[in-house]
């Protein structure tokens, strides 16, 4: 069951999460950590919800969390770097997530798709997404970063989507078979997190995550849609760089770097 005590009880984190705030039912827990954020709660604040009415997607889309089956959770971060360092926090989110619902299920031979990530930071198994990232970032107005606000949407045992997103969306039940505990989803990716943060913070770029997150990254050596707002070109995608970037190769043999944001990524018949 999802909950405070139950998540308090799996948590083996120094900070994160350790200020946990649950709520069986909220609008949006991005926006419940950016108030708690001016209220200066504290680095590692973690809000979860059970459901989730008004769950915000990135550009400007909804986010489905329906009650009893997913977990939407926020997790409040004061970094002591610049804004441009920040972009990264996104894909490290990602990392973690896929590497704390891979731990769960470590010892079960039977599962066979591992989690993967879709540039920047889908989490996908089995071709189909089970987790989204909406990170926001809060300025102070001398132009310093007051909070970042990483918001994950996890699909667990979810097991009918609308229409619309059947194709693209999965949950950890429908791409493996296994129900899971959502507080123990919760306690192993936080824990991910706040050891790849420490990690982040020796550097402020992904120099010593590069390796593990380009394990996972599915577009890897595959062609892929470039979808630019200045038109569609297809390219093969090699790696990411340090600051998160994906290095594509384009057709006149020329690496280029792609920035997330504006542009998105497609696999060349479909979502991956
Ligand atoms: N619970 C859910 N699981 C998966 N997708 C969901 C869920 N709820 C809503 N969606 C919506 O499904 C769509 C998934 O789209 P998709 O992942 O392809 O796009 P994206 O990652 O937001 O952006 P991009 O175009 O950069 O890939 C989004 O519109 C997302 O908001
Ligand atoms: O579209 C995406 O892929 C990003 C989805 C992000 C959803 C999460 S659920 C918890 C947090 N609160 C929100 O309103 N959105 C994020």
Same mark, same amino acid.
């Given at each position: 069951?999802?909950?405070a005590?139950n998540?308090?009880?799996q ?8 200020n ?10 991005n926006? &419940?950590a950016?108030? !708690?954020?001016e ?12 459901v989730?009415?008004? +769950?915000?997607? @990135? ?7 329906? +009650? +009893?089956?997913?977990?939407?959770m926020s !997790?409040?971060?004061r ?7 920040? @972009? ?14 891979? &731990? ?14 879709k540039w ?6 089995? +071709?189909k ?13 001398d132009?310093t970063?007051?909070?970042?606000v990483?918001g ?15 194709k693209?969306?999965g ?10 505990d ?5 306690a192993a ?7 790849n ?16 997150y380009e394990?996972?990254?599915i ?12 038109g ?11 600051d ?12 280029v ?7 998105s990524?497609?696999? !060349?018949?479909?979502?991956?």
């Amino acid at each position: 069951m999802l909950n405070a005590e139950n998540i308090r009880g799996q948590l083996g984190t120094k900070w994160a999460a350790r200020n946990l705030i649950f709520k069986e039912v909220t609008e949006s827990t991005n926006d &419940d950590a950016k108030v !708690l954020g001016e209220e200066g709660a504290p680095h590692g604040t973690l809000v979860v919800a059970d459901v989730q009415t008004s +769950g915000r997607g @990135s550009r400007g889309r909804s986010w489905e969390t329906p +009650g +009893g089956s997913n977990i939407a959770m926020s !997790l409040l971060i004061r970094p002591t770097a610049t804004p441009d360092k920040v @972009s990264v926090l996104t894909l490290i989110m990602g990392l973690s997530i896929a590497q704390g619902v891979e &731990d769960l299920f470590a010892m079960n031979e039977d599962i066979a798709d591992f989690p993967q990530i879709k540039w920047p930071n889908d989490v996908v198994i089995a +071709g189909k997404k089970i987790c989204g990232i909406l990170t926001e970032l809060h300025m102070n107005n001398d132009n310093t970063i007051n909070n970042v606000v990483i918001g994950v949407g996890i699909n667990a045992n979810m097991t009918s989507f609308p229409e619309e997103i059947e194709k693209i969306a999965g949950s950890i039940y429908t791409q493996t078979g296994f129900k899971v505990d959502r507080a123990s989803v919760v306690a192993a990716c936080m824990k991910r997190f706040e050891e790849n943060y420490e990690k982040y913070e020796r550097t402020y770029d992904l120099s010593l995550l590069k390796e593990e997150y380009e394990e996972r990254l599915i577009n890897r050596d595959r062609t892929v849609k470039i979808l630019d707002p200045a038109g569609e070109y297809e390219a093969v995608a090699l790696g990411i760089g340090n600051d998160g970037a994906l290095k594509v190769r384009v057709s006149d043999g020329s690496i280029v770097d792609i920035n997330a944001g504006e542009v998105s990524v497609r696999g !060349l018949y479909g979502y991956v």
